[in-house]
């Protein structure tokens, strides 16, 4: 025995570290293994547990990884909720009957934790930072990569999570598309915070799909799940893109929990299967929280105090728009950034190009001559404004007219049953004069009724823009409710028989609009509102008094050029049976050139699980508004309710939780600027 003993160890001490781990594991037979890494990030050692598919010791086949996030208060082991007699199983069953190593990840922060269960994971508050579990990630997965036979391409690389863990799996594959292939989230939490400690903002993937545009999603939505809400606004955000490769799944189950993981699962072996997804992408775009990051070989470097994203849209070889937000998805730009990128080496070494920059603020368009580096990259910067890059010299080809953005905000909001004009502009992205361009608008939608959709531009200078606005019309139809999506599509034909076409989202502002009982203008003055407090997760809750001092003014409740504010509504009938006449805070949508808006206040929902947030205006007007100034504003309430139905039930279980459901309210109002025109 003591030699038998002896010799085994003698052979672990002198085998490579790759392949000594896994022969004292399958030695085990253990179905799972606890190990621990070495992490820069946390200063320390870091915790994970493996799954090993039943032949690797076996063999000396690579295997593709599914990296495993868990949700609020659990831990790497995946035990807190069910013992570790559901979901680990599971994960077992799947690994032994299929090629795939599976790694459950940690998201343990220890001033979030009071014990070794119990917390709040992934350091995505709005006051952390601390930790950067992006960063974390790409060295937990450097180690496994080193550890253990895998296949390291990102098509074989693949990430999942429940709640919590379903952000982070949506969260991180769309900060790092060229590291995962394919995600897929189980009832995920809608929304959290990235970015750097003291400059976080508010993420939600809704507002991000077109970073997925490179990878393969699934959503996964339990029936009984109490903020299927937010899972469905997620869901209808995806679907809605014709550039995501798309699934979703509802299952009948009566609890927030990792539903139909053997086919999920699935889903990531078949993306494992898919060859398109090493293809490099012809056409990408990008948004991100962080003042530096690389993306498909692009580096991105920002300069700046102020907190906000950085978007590129559309990048190719040819060019690229570049955009920033001061907040997802309406904010303003962040004007003061700089921003400095160096392209991937698309282009020919030490080779002249010309840089075409046209200005999204001003409408001026900028050349300069510049020169790629012994690599083949090209160097230029901007500021935080909005610019449409074009790129011109060898290889470059010949790029399709430009639609330049209708708003510099999200979506265009249209009022129905009135025939508008809509802005569009066309930029010739070129370094020399196009002819004979022509443009459709046309729409699938019913309620969409074009008017007029016929443009042709016969000469378009280079690096010039064009309004036909004039020639494009459009009548919408309309009822009650809250705003409607409806989709257009500008089509744009060139060189002969070339076309590309360009889809544009718009809101449809409802015919019938609730006036609001009563408002108040909050401009530097102090009030004690009655406000709704829900009362937990069996419903329920009542009025309460609130004492609020916002904007900056006179406190005359009078908006006044100069002036921040914000504006209450008060409701007749919040969604909740038990919310009544009370005040909410109102986001502020508007046209006029007069209204800024200054800030996006974030407030918890109250007792809301989810960390979602009620978000609203702090509106400025403009000092020069000419006195008898009529602003025309639409006032967007959110009400909750915890939706409580204990007759409910699931197969021979109730429901456990009440429903976390909210609404939409939509207010007319008109601003009349204070003295005589």
């Not at 939409?664 to 003295?675: A, I, N, S, T």
């Amino acid at each position: 025995m003591i030699r038998v003993r002896s010799a085994a160890i003698l052979l672990v001490i002198f085998l490579p570290l790759q392949c000594a781990i896994p022969a004292i594991e399958a030695a085990m037979q253990r179905p799972f293994f606890d190990r621990t890494h070495s992490s820069k990030v946390f200063g320390g050692p870091r915790h994970y547990r493996i799954f090993l598919p039943s032949d690797y010791e076996a063999g000396k086949r690579a295997y593709p990884v599914i990296y495993y996030f868990h949700g609020h208060s659990d831990r790497y082991t995946l035990e807190h909720y069910d013992n570790g007699t559901d979901t680990v199983p599971k994960i077992v069953e799947f690994v032994s009957a299929h090629p795939v190593i599976v790694v459950a990840v940690d998201g343990f922060v220890p001033s979030d934790y009071t014990g070794f269960y119990g917390g709040t994971p992934w350091d995505i508050l709005e006051k952390g930072g601390d930790f950067d579990f992006g960063i974390y990630f790409s060295e937990l997965v450097a180690h496994i990569d080193g550890t253990y036979r895998t296949l390291s391409s990102r098509r074989a690389r693949a990430i999942s999570g429940l709640s919590m863990g379903g952000f982070m799996s949506l969260y991180l594959s769309a900060r790092y598309p060229d590291l995962i292939g394919s995600a897929s989230a189980f009832n995920p939490g809608p929304e959290f915070y990235a970015g750097e400690k003291g400059r976080r903002v508010l993420w939600r993937p809704k507002d991000h799909v077109g970073n997925h545009a490179r990878t393969k999603v699934r959503l996964i939505r339990a029936s009984g799940d109490y903020i299927s809400q937010y899972h469905e606004e997620t869901r209808e955000a995806y679907a809605r893109s014709d550039e995501v490769s798309f699934e979703y799944r509802r299952d009948e189950y009566h609890r927030h929990w990792a539903t139909s993981i053997a086919e999920t699962f699935d889903f990531h072996m078949k993306a494992f299967a898919d060859s398109t997804l090493d293809n490099v992408p012809e056409k990408w775009s990008h948004d991100n929280p962080y003042p530096a990051f690389e993306v498909c070989h692009y580096r991105i470097q920002t300069a700046g105090v102020e907190s906000g994203f950085t978007c590129l849209e559309d990048v190719n070889q040819s060019g690229l728009r570049v955009t920033t937000r001061r907040w997802a998805p309406d904010g303003p730009p962040v004007a003061q950034r700089r921003i400095e990128i160096t392209t991937a080496p698309l282009y020919q070494p030490n080779t002249q190009y010309l840089v075409m920059d046209h200005n999204l603020a001003t409408g001026v368009t900028a050349k300069t001559e510049t020169r790629t580096d012994q690599e083949g990259r090209l160097n230029f910067s901007m500021d935080g404004n909005g610019h449409q890059i074009s790129i011109v010299g060898p290889g470059t080809g010949g790029q399709p007219p430009v639609v330049l953005p209708l708003t510099v905000k999200d979506k265009l909001r249209l009022v129905p049953d009135q025939e508008l004009s809509l802005p569009v502009r066309i930029y010739n992205p070129r370094g020399v004069a196009m002819d004979d361009i022509r443009v459709t608008l046309t729409s699938d939608y019913p309620t969409a009724s074009i008017v007029s959709g016929e443009a042709r531009i016969n000469r378009l200078e280079a690096g010039a823009a064009i309004n036909i606005s004039g020639q494009m019309s459009i009548r919408f139809t309309a009822g009650a409710g809250y705003f409607a999506p409806t989709r257009l599509m500008l089509t744009l034909r060139y060189d002969g028989w070339h076309s590309v076409t360009k889809n544009i989202d718009v809101l449809v502002i409802p015919e019938l609009i609730e006036p609001a009982r009563e408002l108040m203008i909050l401009d530097g003055r102090t009030a004690k509102l009655n406000v709704f407090r829900q009362k937990g997760n069996q419903g329920g809750g009542a009025s309460v008094a609130r004492t609020v001092t916002e904007g900056r003014g006179n406190g005359n409740g009078v908006l006044d050029p100069g002036e921040e504010a914000t504006i209450w509504v008060r409701l007749r009938q919040g969604l909740d049976p038990f919310d009544k006449n009370n005040w909410y805070r109102a986001k502020i949508h508007t046209d006029s050139h007069w209204i800024a808006e200054v800030a996006d206040l974030q407030e918890q929902k109250q007792l809301e699980w989810t960390s979602a947030k009620e978000r609203t205006s702090l509106i400025r007007l403009d000092p020069n508004t000419p006195p008898g100034t009529t602003v025309p504003l639409l006032l967007d309430n959110e009400s909750w309710s915890y939706t409580w139905t204990p007759d409910v039930r699931y197969g021979a279980e109730r429901l456990y939780q009440a429903f976390q459901l909210h609404r939409h309210h939509l207010h007319r109002c008109e601003l009349v600027v204070p003295g005589k025109p």
